[in-house]
């Protein structure tokens, strides 16, 4: 299983937040890295794989195109998410794998080709239609995406702990790749993920607090 560290980027910095209250995210402030400089925390974490959600693009606000290519160079794939409305919004970066987000790109997902489907979720239910989001991953598997992110926003930050019935019904409901992000507590999450059938995992909070060993992410595998 894939381990990939998350990064929000937010008016020029790495940013850290809890349960999605993003006018809360601050500067990341962590023993692992001392700046919060996009270009210079990934140098000083080294990880293998990287996920950012763009929150000024997101919240349309701005956008950290510019520094994305750097970005992606540090990293062996970066999963990004810019908060992709329509396919025009796609950046086209190499070593870039696009994230289509729940929570922007509107009802019609069939207009999107290629990427990473993120269900975006805060109390169980999908962002913004509030459904079901294991109907949401029955309905991607109609759609061309390479894999699916189930995203717990509410999660963000708590090391709250995941629920195995409901991993095994999402893992069930989807045939594709799929990570999981938001609310992993330690080792203890990352082994129920893979023996789910997760395909990744998407971590911050655990992996700053030392839950969960800096090589693993380095290596970027549960190993």
Known sequence: MDLILAADLKSGSIVHGKSGRRDEYRP????????????GYLEEIRPRYLYI?????????????????????????LYLDRGCRSPDDVLDCPGVIHIIG???????????????????MKDGRVVPEGTDPVQALVNAGDCAFEGCILLDIGGVGTRRGLDPAFLERCRTAYPGRLFWGGGVAGMQDLTLLDNCGFDGAIIATALHSGAIPLEMIRGGCLC
């Open 102 to 120: 729940t929570e922007t790109a509107g009802s019609d997902l069939s207009v999107f080709s290629g990427g990473f489907l993120s269900v975006d």
């Open 53 to 77: 959600a763009d929150l000024d693009r997101i919240t349309g606000v701005g956008s950290h195109d510019s520094i994305i290519p750097a970005l992606a160079r540090e990293v062996k794939t």
């Open 28 to 39: 990341v402030q962590t023993p692992l890295a001392s700046t919060a400089e996009p270009i």
